[in-house]
Nanobody
Framework: QVHLVESGGGLVQPGGSLRLSCAAS????????MGWYRQAPGKQRELVAT???????NYADSVKGRFTISRGNTRNTVYLQMNSLKPDDAAVYYC?????????WGKGTLVTVSS
């Protein structure tokens, strides 16, 4: 059973930075897409960034140039470096692993952007 655990959320002032981590376990991740999504109160969950096993990345327009998705030294860890954070970035951030026909989600980590 695939298990995803996010960490790194917290309170940050506007303009600040955070790095989120997602650790995946419970499987062999040879071909996959890992991604970060977020959901703010009263809003739908939205894509933030994705990273394929081949190294291709994709970003939401709202975070381009500010966020960077990357893979750790082990293939089962993904990071989201978030810079120049804005109040609109505040949300619960979820990690997702898509492998074949299956999607796996973590429980999320809360990011609060406030002065």
């Amino acid at each position: 059973q695939v298990h995803l655990v996010e960490s790194g959320g917290g309170l940050v002032q506007p303009g600040g930075s955070l790095r989120l981590s997602c650790a995946a376990s419970g499987g062999i991740f040879a071909s996959y897409v890992m991604g970060w999504y977020r959901q703010a109160p009263g809003k739908q969950r939205e894509l933030v960034a994705t990273l394929t096993s081949g190294g291709s990345t994709n970003y939401a327009d709202s975070v381009k140039g500010r966020f960077t998705i990357s893979r750790g030294n082990t293939r089962n860890t993904v990071y989201l470096q978030m810079n120049s954070l804005k109040p609109d970035d505040a949300a619960v951030y979820y990690c997702k692993l898509a492998r074949g026909a299956m999607d796996y989600w973590g429980k999320g980590t809360l990011v609060t952007v406030s002065s």
